[in-house]
T-cell receptor
Framework: GEDVEQSLFLSVREGDSSVINCTYT??????LYWYKQEPGAGLQLLTY?????DMKQDQRLTVLLNKKDKHLSLRIADTQTGDSAIYFC???????????FGTGTRLQVFP | NAGVTQTPKFQVLKTGQSMTLQCAQD?????MSWYRQDPGMGLRLIHY???????DQGEVPNGYNVSRSTTEDFPLRLLSAAPSQTSVYFC???????????FGQGTRLTVV
């Protein structure tokens, strides 16, 4: 079955880069996503990458995909206090219509 | 444009009670789903629907029922609440399975 794993916590200094990692098991994943959840709110899509790509950049966000190792990462450049949130990676399997989320990484940005 | 609306926002139930969590979307999305969020476990898929009249089980369906009689609504029913169902519940919808999912604000459920 599908399984998506993330580390639970990451703490960075304001202005540094943050790298949030994710591993998944479903080799038939077609789309991989990064969602952000702010306190007391639902999730919002940050960015996504197709499985036939290995990198996607969107302003301060860079997504790297290593399909061989089933490893996805999200890099946030010049991290700001407003980036403090929980970040979820998610995969959409080719074989099913399920959107499966990881455990979430809580990013804390300190001055 | 309201997006995805969940009601209620908060609910306390006694063990054994039943209730329905409501979810409605006004974006004409075909795909809708229910997740529960628990500390350290992320979001786990309970049930999902690819269109009116079609539902399927997710990762943790036991203790929950769903139906999809209209495109707009996707209620989640707890037939006999248990303390293990204490969680935050999120409903999501998307145009299709691979498009961006839009989430409601969540329902915080406590079962005592």
């Amino acid at each position: 079955g599908e399984d998506v794993e993330q580390s639970l916590f990451l703490s960075v200094r304001e202005g540094d880069s943050s790298v949030i990692n994710c591993t998944y098991t479903d080799s038939s994943s077609t789309y991989l996503y990064w969602y952000k959840q702010e306190p007391g709110a639902g999730l919002q899509l940050l960015t996504y990458i197709f499985s036939n790509m290995d990198m996607k950049q969107d302003q301060r966000l860079t997504v790297l995909l290593n399909k061989k190792d089933k490893h996805l990462s999200l890099r946030i450049a010049d991290t700001q206090t407003g980036d403090s949130a929980i970040y979820f990676c998610a995969e959409r399997s080719y074989n099913t219509d399920k959107l499966i989320f990881g455990t979430g990484t809580r990013l804390q940005v300190f001055p | 444009n309201a997006g995805v609306t969940q009601t209620p926002k908060f609910q306390v139930l006694k063990t054994g009670q039943s209730m329905t969590l409501q979810c409605a979307q006004d974006m004409n999305h075909e795909y809708m789903s229910w997740y529960r969020q628990d500390p350290g476990m992320g979001l786990r898929l309970i049930h999902y629907s690819v269109g009116a009249g079609i539902t399927d089980q997710g990762e943790v369906p036991n203790g929950y029922n769903v139906s999809r009689s209209t495109t707009e609504d996707f209620p989640l029913r707890l037939l006999s609440a248990a303390p293990s169902q204490t969680s935050v519940y999120f409903c999501a919808s998307s145009y299709s399975a691979d498009r961006e999912a839009f989430f409601g604000q969540g329902t915080r459920l406590t079962v005592v």
